[in-house]
């Protein structure tokens, strides 16, 4: 996909927009077809079909242990798939590796934060260009001027995104060091450097207070139209859910019970017995 | 009958093996730290018995005592000072600390006892002759073996039936929770570093008895040898120590017979690459994979 | 930017730091101030740097332990001195000679690197620590095992398996020399190797590390010892970096090998055992993980100690064993860091 994003394109859109409906490209990025993986006899993940369209933002909730974040790991090949097939634009993701999935185009973030902790913010970023950028080591170590260049390339742009959260201030900042909320931002950030047409985001507001949570939410959509990339977050926090996702799917025990719209979902049964129990029998 | 003696003699080195290997893998699996020590509480406990009968003229069971005594205080010591103060330390400060100790207990011992190495009496002497005089095992081995068997079942059954043992595998799944659990960390962390101390007294004991020269840097080599053994097997089992020491004997005698005594450490070492590439948990090690 | 300015600056007060100490050696060495022991120990030092830096590259930035870098140090020690003792007669200029045999060593020793890392980088911890012990181990046999001799058709090479082969064995013609003695080790070797060749060797290796550390390749590899799965999932070939870590490592101690190995007249392979990697790794943690001038301070340090303790006599070993136990525990223990943070004056935090 074409990608064009400068600073001052950014600070012009106005927080918090959403594409009008009409506008967004419905046409599949990221497809799963009877997607399963089975962990020993147990069933982690069964029959999960899913279809995210190229400029859609989705969620994935379901209770703990539902198997949202072994998903996440399926799309990203952590864990090769038992059965089922992902169709990434089209084409197949059978036999790749976590390494390959991402220069096709899936980037994450992690729910158990990882981020290189020794290093700087920056180039936590810039590691996240690092296929972007071709230089070889050779020409790193003789410092040939590809390498000047390139480096001074990716230094405004690891800037240019980090300013998406106003964190230029910290690009020195150790990584490690950074509160846990910037950890993060900065961890979607590192994402988002690797150019991905789908963003898997695993539970981006875990440990956030509710204004920053509120934030977030926003830059989330700025992101989306930004980029025009597809976003798939898991989450438990409702009201970001449901404010921002256009489609929702809820997983139980490895299998999706309700699929639709923030309001679907809302009033679809099975979703409220699986979250709060079932109603006693009069 | 040629191979049946080699092969006896790798069970008896396979057996010595084992038993240093059993007493690694138990600091290992509590500890989570290579302890390069470790091969020279053996020369200890080999010097101990040493003076015992030599000098004391003390009987040979006796002086195995005084060896085991020795090296368990030897081995708490070691523990309290120079391990526990890193229990937070990163793993790498742990290893170099137990480099330290392995230098200061070998020159310890060139001072003390000097360079020269010295012959060491046997503990138990004499041979078995079977199949008319063309097999001969000596008793050392005999008793090696039996030891050794004897050893792990009594480990098994220790961490498996007893409370300490129940709590010094606890501990080694996950300290936090033991302790939260009320069971006393640093008492079983000392308590594991005894036993694996005794263990390396006997060991060394019996090294001696079936290689008689007795010098600082013997328990070295053994002991990394027993380490290579306790990885083999599957770092922090008990049975997969066991079987990989005497792998490791068996392996390393035939390939001295049969191969290039030169290159038969190497061989051993080459063996130990396979398995863990074929298995990178070594024969009996649980390969638990990083979650995500 | 300030960190970025902080890093060059670091960068080049290490150039400087190892150049200026070059040259007051220099002088003090053409002043006659040094003594036959002090000038024998310059090379070794040299070797020894460079060799602490290049296992700093693999334990430090990397962030895998090796137990087994002396084999490298190995590898590269002894093809170094077959290639600069078979061009004896071709090149004249020891200088020339010596700078072809680091060459020679770099890339025989960055060759046994790729396929020993092969294996090894496919290991975890300290899985991974016990196989490359065991990788020096094998080298060590072998090269104990090695026979070399060079004559008028070119190099002749046996591997003494069994025990029974000496160097009469290779047949060599009438003014053909033995290198290599098996056991023995290389054996007649003229010594080339020099302090400055030690200073440029020393200055090269730095180049290669620190401008790798802050290029792709380097952040590529510096990601994976963070978190590898993290570095997995923005698209970074986990198994290529490590092995260009590795195999550069390999090379730079291949490098140091010749150089040591061009210091003696004789040197046998058993020189080069697990002792001595752990002698260049002590060098590597008390210097600090990833800490380039750090690894460099560390060699020079401890390598002089135990010359430095020599009125201890038979107690030096003793002395430097509880050094390095109290300097573990000074700068690792928990309760040696509330002593020292009470005896900062409060407020005064220290970066990092």
């Given at each position: 996909m074409s990608f064009t994003f400068e600073r001052g394109k950014l600070a012009a859109v106005p927080s918090g927009s959403v594409i009008p409906e009409r506008d967004l490209?419905?046409?599949?990025?990221l497809e799963t077809r009877h997607l399963g993986i089975d962990f020993g006899g147990l069933?982690?993940?069964?029959d999960f079909n899913l279809t995210i369209g190229r400029t859609e933002i989705a969620g994935l909730i379901g209770p703990n242990g539902a198997g949202k974040t072994t998903v996440f790991n399926l799309l990203t090949k952590v864990y090769q798939p038992t059965r089922g097939t992902i169709l990434l634009d089209g084409m197949d993701t059978a036999g790749k590796t976590t390494e390959q999935i991402n220069r096709m185009g899936i980037a994450r973030t992690f729910q158990n934060i990882r981020l290189?902790?020794?290093?700087s913010v920056e180039d936590n970023v810039k590691i996240g260009l690092h296929n972007q950028k071709s230089y070889s080591m050779l020409a790193g170590i003789l410092r040939l001027p590809s390498y000047w260049k390139q480096e001074k390339a990716a230094h405004e742009r690891a800037l240019a995104l980090l300013s998406i959260f106003e964190m230029q201030d910290m690009a020195d900042v150790r990584a490690g060091s950074l509160p846990y909320g910037a950890q993060r931002r900065l961890e979607i950030v590192r994402a988002l450097a690797t150019s991905p047409s789908v963003l898997l985001l695993d539970e981006?507001?875990?440990?956030?207070?509710p204004s920053e949570t509120a934030e977030l939410m926003e830059t989330i959509v700025t992101i989306r139209d930004i980029f025009q990339i597809a976003i798939v977050l898991i989450e438990h926090d409702m009201s970001l859910v449901m404010n921002i996702c256009e489609g929702i799917c809820v997983l139980n025990f490895g299998q999706v019970i309700a699929k639709g719209s923030p309001e679907e979902i809302q009033a679809n049964p099975a979703v409220i017995e699986a979250y709060l129990g079932r109603k006693k029998e009069e | 009958m040629e191979f049946l003696s080699y092969l006896i003699s790798g069970i008896s080195l396979g057996s010595v093996y084992a038993i240093i290997a059993l007493g690694y893998t138990m600091v290992y699996g509590i500890?989570?730290?290579?302890?390069?020590a470790h091969g020279d509480v053996i020369m200890v406990g080999g010097y101990m018995s040493f003076c015992a009968m030599s000098?004391?003229?003390?009987?040979g069971w006796v002086s195995v005592l005084v060896g085991m005594v020795v090296c368990t205080l030897l081995g708490i010591i070691i523990e309290a000072l120079a391990y526990k103060p890193l229990r937070s330390a990163p793993s790498l400060a742990v290893l170099i600390t137990a480099i330290g100790v392995s230098y200061l207990l070998q020159n310890s011992a060139l001072l003390i006892w000097g360079a020269n190495p010295m012959s060491y009496p046997p503990v138990i002497s004499g041979t078995l002759h079977l199949f008319d005089g063309q097999l001969s095992i000596s008793y050392v081995s005999i008793i090696t073996v039996t030891a050794c068997v004897l050893i792990m079942l009594g480990l098994t059954a220790f961490t498996s039936k007893t409370k300490m043992g129940k709590a010094m595998r606890a501990c080694s799944e996950d300290k936090g929770a033991a302790q939260l659990m009320g069971i006393n960390v640093n008492r079983t962390i000392s308590l594991t570093f005894a036993i694996g101390s005794a263990l390396a007294a006997i060991a060394g004991v019996l090294l001696c008895s079936s290689y008689p020269t007795l010098m600082p840097t013997t328990g070295s080599m053994p002991g990394i040898k027993a380490f290579t053994a306790a990885v083999f097997g599957g770092i922090g089992s008990i049975p997969g120590a066991f079987l990989g020491g005497l792998l490791l004997g068996i392996i390393e005698s035939l390939a001295k017979a049969y191969i290039s005594t030169q290159l038969s450490n190497s061989i051993v070492f080459a063996v130990l690459i396979v398995v863990l590439l074929v298995r990178p948990a070594g024969l009996l090690g649980k390969y638990v994979p990083e979650k995500v | 930017m300030k960190m970025k300015k902080k890093i060059a600056w670091s960068d080049y007060m290490t150039y400087i730091g190892v150049t200026i100490a070059f040259v007051i050696v220099s002088f003090l060495k053409k002043g006659g101030a040094l003594n036959r022991s002090q000038l024998g120990l310059l090379v070794p030092i040299c070797a020894y740097i460079t060799m602490a830096i290049s296992l700093n590259l693999t334990v430090?930035?990397?962030?895998e332990l090796s137990l087994g870098h002396a084999g490298f140090m190995s590898i590269g020690a002894f093809s170094g001195i077959i290639a600069a003792m078979s061009l004896v007669n071709v090149i004249p200029y020891d200088g020339v000679r010596m700078a072809i045999a680091m060459v020679v060593g770099a890339v025989m020793a960055g060759i046994f690197g790729f396929f020993i890392g092969?294996?090894?980088?496919?290991l975890r911890g300290d899985y991974l620590a016990i196989v490359t012990l065991a990788f020096g181990e094998i080298i060590k046999e072998i090269l104990t095992c090695l026979i070399v001799g060079v004559d008028a058709e070119g190099l002749h090479i046996l591997i003494n398996i069994d025990g029974s082969?000496?160097?009469?064995?290779?047949?060599?013609?009438?003014g053909g020399k033995a290198i290599i003695k098996g056991?023995?080790?290389?054996?007649?070797?003229?010594?080339?190797?020099s302090f400055t060749a030690g200073y440029i060797l020393i200055m090269i290796s730095l180049i290669i590390i620190l401008n790798l550390i802050r290029s792709r390749s380097g952040r590529a590899i510096m990601a994976i010892r963070d978190n590898r799965i993290a570095a997995e999932s923005v698209g970074i070939e986990i198994t290529k970096y490590k092995m260009m870590a590795f195999v550069t490592s390999a090379a730079i101690a291949g490098a140091a090998g010749a150089l040591y190995g061009l210091n003696y007249s004789s040197l046998a392979?058993?020189?080069?055992d697990f002792n001595t990697s752990i002698l260049v790794l002590v060098f590597v943690v008390l210097g600090g993980l990833g800490n380039i001038w750090g690894s460099i301070v560390a060699a020079t340090v401890l390598y002089i100690l135990p010359e430095a303790l020599r009125?201890?006599?038979?107690?030096r070993m003793l002395m430097y064993a509880i050094v390095l136990i109290v300097v573990m525990l000074a700068t690792n223990s928990s309760k040696a860091k509330d002593l020292l943070d009470k005896l900062?004056?409060?407020?005064k935090e220290e970066e990092q």
């Open positions: 490209d419905k046409t599949p990025i069933h982690a993940v069964q290189f902790n020794n290093l981006p507001a875990a440990g956030m207070n | 500890a989570k730290m290579l302890n390069f000098y004391l003229h003390l009987p | 430090g930035i990397l962030g092969i294996p090894v980088l496919r082969k000496t160097a009469s064995d290779l047949n060599l013609l009438e056991a023995q080790g290389a054996v007649g070797t003229k010594t080339i190797a392979a058993a020189k080069f009125s201890f006599a038979d107690y900062k004056p409060a407020g």
